[in-house]
């Protein structure tokens, strides 16, 4: 559990395969942790939760926790999310919630995206 723009956020992590997706025209692609759709979003603000080297960032290693938000087609948000320990990188996914993602801006940004 750690604090980001005043708000408590807790990453709940997953292993990497429920979402990574093999693809027949490129070597894999991204799908919603929670339900498996393929259609995201990759948005523009990623965080880091310190760690430092006490666990602090609330995901079960000793160093910061890294996270890539992710909206989904599907409304789920969620993040890939890099966690450091130890010399060692582990790549998961975790569940956010609109208020961890100030998510009003990041839905702005999806949007805008289709204006294109």
């Given at each position: 559990?750690?604090?980001?723009?005043?708000?408590?956020?807790?990453?709940?992590?997953?292993?990497?395969?429920?979402?990574?997706?093999?693809?027949?025209?490129?070597?894999?692609?991204?799908?919603c942790?929670?339900?498996?759709?393929?259609?995201?979003?990759?948005?523009?603000?990623?965080?880091?939760?310190?760690?430092?080297?006490?666990?602090?960032?609330?995901?079960?290693?000793?160093?910061?926790?890294?996270?890539?938000?992710?909206?989904?087609?599907?409304?789920?948000?969620?993040?890939?999310?890099?966690?450091?320990?130890?010399?060692?990188t582990?790549?998961?996914?975790?569940?956010?919630?609109?208020k961890?993602?100030?998510?009003?801006?990041?839905?702005?940004?999806?949007?805008?995206?289709?204006?294109?």
């Amino acid at each position: 559990m750690f604090r980001r723009g005043g708000a408590e956020v807790s990453m709940s992590g997953t292993k990497i395969a429920p979402f990574f997706q093999a693809d027949d025209i490129w070597e894999s692609k991204l799908v919603c942790p929670a339900c498996g759709y393929d259609y995201n979003h990759v948005l523009p603000h990623p965080f880091n939760a310190p760690g430092h080297d006490q666990g602090a960032a609330g995901w079960g290693g000793r160093g910061d926790l890294y996270t890539l938000p992710v909206w989904g087609e599907c409304g789920h948000v969620w993040g890939v999310q890099f966690g450091f320990h130890k010399g060692q990188t582990f790549l998961m996914a975790g569940l956010l919630t609109a208020k961890e993602l100030e998510y009003d801006e990041a839905l702005a940004f999806v949007k805008a995206q289709g204006k294109k």
